[in-house]
Nanobody, 126 residues
């Protein structure tokens, strides 16, 4: 049974930082591309970024580029989302997701990811 478990969410003031973690089990982690998505209240879930199998490549949404960094530790079956310079528009539930292949055309599509975590809430106060 595949499980993705996010942690690290919480309350932070604008301008602050948080690091989210996502621990995977039940799948060969290094064979999976890992993505982060977020969903703000009343909005659709949106792509944040993705990291390839060995961490050699990352891709980000324009809204977080330069502020967020995705990394992974395959020995720990864990992917991270380092979030800096947070603002109120970053308030959302954050989800990690896994897929076995990566195409640049589909990496932003929720439907292309096979497995999802339950999410962790991030609230940025202004």
């Amino acid at each position: 049974q595949v499980q993705l478990v996010e942690s690290g969410g919480g309350f932070v003031q604008a301008g602050g930082s948080l690091r989210l973690s996502c621990v995977a089990s039940g799948l060969p982690f290094s064979n999976y591309v890992m993505g982060w998505f977020r969903q703000a209240p009343g909005k659709e879930r949106e792509f944040v970024g993705v990291i390839t199998w060995t961490g050699g490549n990352t891709y980000y949404a324009d809204s977080v580029k330069g502020r967020f960094t995705i990394s992974r530790d395959n020995a720990k079956n864990t992917v991270y989302l380092q979030m800096n310079s947070l603002n109120s528009e970053d308030t959302a539930d954050y989800y990690c997701a896994a897929r076995s292949v990566l195409t640049l055309v589909t990496m932003m599509r929720r439907s292309s990811y096979a497995y999802w975590g339950q999410g962790t809430q991030v609230t940025v106060s202004s």
